[in-house]
T-cell receptor
Framework: GENVEQHPSTLSVQEGDSAVIKCTYS??????FPWYKQELGKRPQLIID?????GEKKDQRIAVTLNKTAKHFSLHITETQPEDSAVYFC??????????FGTGTQLKVEL | SQTIHQWPATLVQPVGSPLSLECTVE??????LYWYRQAAGRGLQLLFY??????ISSEVPQNLSASRPQDRQFILSSKKLLLSDSGFYLC?????????????FGAGTRLSVL
């Protein structure tokens, strides 16, 4: 099965700074790489995803970069705001229609 | 548009009691359906997934079972709850095509077994 590691487990930044979260995976057949955001007590929601034929994707203040050779992908948030505070999960898709979720990164954006 | 409904939102059950959580999807046909459990402060663990009526795959051995009696209905059950079954249970769906991978989650059920 897919082994997924996510770093860091907690991240504290000042408002306006950038945040980067990295996810490594083991299954070389993985071909879809999403990031989910989960606010306290709420459901996870997809914020950005990338497919294996693309190296980078950007959507306003968030971006995802993929390095298939090294088997890792990263979430980048620029100009962080308090509402970015949440837990972020990577969830690469390996064999079959299954996502394997990372252990999560607690992001805190401080004023 | 597609929507996913999950209930109840919260549930407190005694040890040894049965469990039934229900999830339904609207606005799509033949979805892939998933049950996840999330322990406090932890990631999501896939419990079951289904690609069609009556087709259930179990990911981890446990005290729970799942059924899919209709195309857009997914049920999580237990005959006798354990303390360790406490957690946040999330149902999710995705398109059935190999090219549609995005999973959409229900609002979740917070289960406390006492």
């Amino acid at each position: 099965g897919e082994n997924v590691e996510q770093h860091p487990s907690t991240l504290s930044v000042q408002e306006g700074d950038s945040a980067v979260i990295k996810c490594t995976y083991s299954d070389s057949a993985s071909n879809y790489f999403p990031w989910y955001k989960q606010e306290l007590g709420k459901r996870p929601q997809l914020i950005i995803d990338i497919r294996s034929n693309v190296g980078e994707k950007k959507d306003q203040r968030i971006a995802v970069t993929l390095n298939k050779t090294a088997k890792h992908f990263s979430l980048h948030i620029t100009e962080t705001q308090p509402e970015d505070s949440a837990v972020y999960f990577c969830a690469p898709r390996g064999g079959g229609n299954k996502l394997t979720f990372g252990t999560g990164t607690q992001l805190k954006v401080e004023l | 548009s597609q929507t996913i409904h999950q209930w109840p939102a919260t549930l407190v059950q005694p040890v040894g009691s049965p469990l039934s959580l229900e999830c339904t999807v609207e606005g799509t046909s033949n979805p892939n359906l998933y049950w996840y459990r999330q322990a406090a402060g932890r990631g999501l663990q896939l419990l079951f997934y289904s690609v069609g009526i009556g087709q259930i795959s179990s990911e981890v051995p446990q005290n729970l079972s799942a059924s899919r009696p209709q195309d857009r209905q997914f049920i999580l059950s237990s005959k006798k709850l354990l303390l360790s079954d406490s957690g946040f249970y999330l149902c999710a769906w995705s398109g059935s095509s190999n090219r549609v991978h995005i999973q959409y989650f229900g609002a979740g059920t917070r289960l406390s077994v006492l």
